[in-house]
């Protein structure tokens, strides 16, 4: 006997794909036939008329029923995670334990073979800290209870209809109950033969909780069937349809079929109709509970799995997919705010706007409209205004933006009461949400660029709103356009519109205050004791000296201690940088890196003038272009140099003229060098930046050469802008007006020989704009530009004469360059510069110290 019993057991086993193939093959054969025959019988009008009657309330009722059904299969996984955590597998949180447990049970509801999937995905998650082996042990038989439940109530039925003769007419089903029926005893008794060996971690407790916990599950299922009937407004006794139910279900789970799907729905069509239901009624019965119970929380699931999967996958590419799709959010929810407030403006100019084209008639049902016309314009403005702000990312401006949002969809949804619109809404809602990281910048700057075409756009929507007024009754509206257009009913709301514009400059004049206004500054103010003592620590630069003018600096500090500062002045949205930081060398690249970050944090660009080709490299690798501007000429002190013996040096000599160095300059002095300064100006403006200006404590903060007629009386003068103890340099040269024009050479080589006497080692002769700039034929274009106003420029300024002199001098030549951000306009970088800079004095070189002669 036991032979034949191993022979049979050995031929199963070697054809048990075919086995396999053979039992799935006739179970859907049967489906297939019958879905075949109830087809036909089906009146697909009615099964539509059916649906169409299920109000909105009741489907939400529905869905909300089919999520909470499915919560009691998660004891699986607390058994599950409770057990190996016994074991020795690391605690586990709450929320990943949630999101574990409601994705396996989602997707293994509708996808069950007989738990087969739900057991892998347990295997997935609950894996981590534990060995594959012991999670597939324990997963394996949790899965083995799960059809318990369903067991109990077959046990249930098969006692109702054979013990005390209800419903005979389901007596045919014996063999079915019966199976259903013996399971959960013969699985209770084969873990209780094992259970100090296979069991002995679930028995008696995890064998009791698995029982109950099924026993739930299919309690739920059952109750959400039934309620599902109910709303459909069904008339059914529960004790008819829960047998048909349980049998139904038994059977799709015993076949194996993916949910039972196919099994479970055929049965449930032949015997609701032996109940009494039409076959519409309960295809549409069924239609609910397959969508509610298994589609609605099975995409719960997989939305919750592909979150889960994207946190990993967002981790691994290092944040990149997250930015990805943050900055999609941000650039679709700024295009439809732009959008919404030009439709609103337009909808409130041309009535009738979705007669102009297809595209308006498509999109008119998703814009906001109030009935009120000033209300229109204001809102509409508004959103233009806000999606300035947003496009900036302002973090101000997203609550606002929320706010209006939310009015225009709770206006538009409560005046159509439009499904179709409300998840439109939704959608643009959770777009904004999804975009909310974006808005970090503490306040609104507007760049010149955004005003140009915010200026187009409101003026363009104005002059409309304005023309349309005016001519809307007009003969071109009403012959040549054919009336296609209607403007503006009457006079009245033409007007109210009008004052709805008032509204919306001032409104927007408040929001742009708004947004703009910042609790902190970026960078300080000047502090001449913080700056000296900092210079005192590190050398100088050759544009140091004129940040005593005043300008703002930014100091970067390493554990509270000044170690790299930049000074800037604002003009527009950006930051203009004067020359090369100033600190510690090897700390410049994170030294600007923070810098760039504080500046964008507030709204501004950062542009770097007059910056060496070391530091402008560092500044390329960040993401800046860069253009050279000019040279600036050295020259070496250490080298044996006579100045005193020019031609030039010895003419002003002989006529009287006196060179004096002062280390102080006396204060007596102050009103002759304001005389001297105002003559050279002329009454023209000072220069603002890059270059120095007479100011006293600038004057009082460095040495300064003076030069005296043969009456002692100051005609001119010049002062030196201190760097390091190797290098030097001047700054301010100003004459009176008559002077010999070898003046300008005599005070600069007097200054060169108190230096070389002095000990300096390099005098730096300032920069020479233009020179050398985009002399090869492959050249940026703008430097191109800039090397024919460098050779036929010399109308405006005289830079080959300005480089001629100062070449006679220099020893060497060293490159300047201005450096912008990549996504900027250089032009546009380029205006704000010369605007902040000033004009200044124009009657050839700028100093005249660039006319050095030999």
Not at 367 to 372: P, Q, V
Not at 632 to 639: A, E, I, P, V
Request: charged content about 15%; glycine content about 10%; hydrophobic content about 50%.
């Amino acid at each position: 006997m036991k032979a034949t019993l191993q022979r049979i057991y050995a031929i199963i086993k070697k054809h048990s794909l075919l086995l396999r193939l053979l039992f799935f093959g006739s179970i859907l054969i049967f489906v297939a036939n019958q879905v075949i025959n109830i087809a036909h019988g089906m009146s697909w009008q009615e099964v539509g008329t059916t649906i169409s009657q299920q109000n909105t309330g009741s489907l939400i009722a529905m869905g909300a029923l089919g999520l909470l059904a499915v919560l009691p299969t998660l004891g699986y996984d607390w058994v599950t995670v409770k057990t190996l955590e016994a074991q020795g597998k690391p605690k586990m949180s709450w929320r990943d334990f949630f999101v574990s447990a409601w994705t396996t049970n989602t997707i293994n509801n509708l996808a069950g073979f007989g738990g087969v999937v739900g057991a892998s995905l347990r295997a997935n998650f609950y894996g981590k800290g534990t060995e594959r082996k012991q999670v597939l042990a324990v997963v394996s038989k949790v899965a083995l209870f799960m059809v318990t439940g369903l067991s109990l109530w077959s046990l249930l039925l098969a006692v109702q209809i054979y013990g005390f003769g209800w419903h005979p007419e389901f007596r045919s089903y014996w063999l079915w109950l019966l199976i259903g029926s013996l399971l959960t005893p013969g699985l209770l008794f084969f873990s209780y033969l094992r259970r100090k060996r296979l069991f002995a971690d679930l028995f008696p407790k995890g064998v009791l909780q698995l029982v109950t916990i099924s026993f739930c599950q299919w309690t739920c299922a059952l109750g959400i069937f039934l309620a599902i009937g109910y709303f459909m407004g069904l008339e059914f006794a529960i004790t008819d349809v829960y047998p048909m139910f349980l049998i139904a279900t038994l059977i799709g789970m015993l076949t194996m079929v993916p949910g039972g799907m196919g099994t479970f729905d055929v049965m449930m069509i032949l015997g609701m109709s032996n109940l009494g239901f039409s076959q519409n009624q309960t295809l549409v019965w069924l239609l609910y509970y397959r969508l509610f119970y298994y589609l609605v929380p099975f995409l719960s699931g997989i939305l919750l799995f592909l979150t889960r999967s994207s946190v990993r996958l967002n981790r691994f590419f290092d944040n990149l997919p997250k930015l990805m799709l943050q900055k999609a959010a941000h650039f679709i929810v700024v295009i439809g705010v732009y959008f919404s407030g030009i439709m609103m403006v337009l909808l409130a100019t041309v009535k009738n706007l979705s007669a102009v084209s297809s595209f308006f008639r498509f999109i008119l049902p998703f814009s906001f409209n109030f009935l009120d016309q000033t209300l229109n314009l204001l809102v509409g403005f508004l959103l233009l205004g806000l999606a300035r702000a947003l496009y900036a990312k302002v973090k101000k401006a997203y609550l606002p933006t929320l706010v209006v949002l939310l009015f225009g969809i709770l206006n538009t949804i409560t005046r159509t009461r439009s499904p179709h619109l409300f998840f439109v809404y939704c959608g643009v809602i959770f777009l904004v949400w999804l975009a909310r990281k974006e808005f970090y910048r503490e306040k609104f700057v507007y760049s010149w660029g955004a005003m140009i075409f915010d200026a187009v756009l409101f003026g363009t929507l104005l002059v409309v709103y304005g023309v349309a007024g005016v001519h809307r009754g007009s003969w071109w509206n009403n012959e040549i356009l054919g009336g296609r257009f209607i403007l503006f009913p009457s006079e009245d709301i033409w007007f109210a519109g009008l004052i709805g514009l008032a509204l919306s400059l001032l409104v927007l004049f408040g929001l742009q205050q708004y947004l703009s206004v910042s609790e902190k500054e970026l960078g300080v103010s000047f502090d001449p004791y913080r700056f000296t003592a900092f210079l005192g620590k590190y050398a100088g630069t050759n544009s140091s000296h004129r940040l005593f003018l005043g300008y703002r600096l930014y100091y970067y500090q390493v554990e509270g201690e000044d170690r790299v500062v930049f000074g800037f002045q604002i003009k527009g949205n950006r930051l203009f940088i004067l020359g090369n930081p100033i600190g510690e060398a090897t700390l410049f690249r994170e030294a600007t890196l923070a810098f760039l970050k504080e500046a964008d944090l507030y709204g501004y660009q950062l542009a770097f003038y007059k910056v060496s080709e070391e530091y402008v490299v560092t500044l390329h690798d960040l993401g800046y272009d860069f253009t050279k501007i000019g040279e600036s000429g050295s020259l070496d002190l250490t080298q044996p140099n006579d100045f005193g013996k020019g031609e030039s040096f010895r003419k002003v000599s002989t006529q009287g003229y006196q060179f004096t160095y002062y280390q102080h300059l006396p204060l007596d002095l102050l009103p002759a060098l304001q005389k001297v300064s105002n003559d050279w100006l002329g009454g023209k403006a000072e220069k603002n930046f890059a270059s120095g200006r007479f100011d006293v404590d600038y004057l009082l903060s460095a040495p300064v050469g003076v030069l005296k007629d043969q009456q002692n009386h100051v005609v001119g003068f010049i002062t030196e802008q201190p760097i390091d103890a190797n290098w030097v340099s001047y700054d301010l040269l100003r004459l009176q007006e008559g002077l010999p024009q070898e003046a300008a050479g005599f005070l600069v080589l007097n200054m060169l020989t108190v230096w070389q006497k002095a000990g300096f080692h390099f005098a730096d002769l300032n920069m020479v704009p233009l020179a050398h700039v985009g002399e090869a034929p492959t050249s940026f274009f703008q430097e191109r530009v800039m090397n024919v106003i460098y050779n036929y420029g010399n109308v405006f300024y005289d830079f080959r004469l300005n480089y001629q002199g100062k070449d006679s001098f220099a020893d060497f030549w060293t490159g300047c360059y201005f450096a912008y951000p990549k996504e900027g306009s250089f032009y546009l970088a380029v205006m704000q510069l010369l605007l902040l800079i000033g004009r200044g004095k124009n009657k050839g070189p700028s100093l005249a110290e660039e006319v050095l002669e030999e």
